[in-house]
């Protein structure tokens, strides 16, 4: 492979692992804004899916 190809393989991995991170930090976001407001106590899922949910990347 040439230094091109190989630099441009780089910057996609890089960009998809940068919106891979926002798009955890904002579920992560959104699962400590819900559990402050105690909403995510009552929102029908078991425990277990409740305390690991917001790592789906779904």
């Not at 940068?18 to 009552?42: F, P, V, Y």
Request: glycine letters at 4%; charged letters at 45%.
């Amino acid at each position: 492979m040439e230094d091109r190809e190989l630099a441009r393989i780089l910057e996609e991995v890089s960009e998809e692992m940068e919106l891979m991170k926002q798009r955890l930090l904002w579920k992560i976001t959104c699962h400590r804004k819900r559990r402050e407001a105690g909403s995510d106590e009552n929102d029908g899922r078991p425990p277990e899916k409740r305390e690991w949910s917001f790592f789906s990347l779904d």
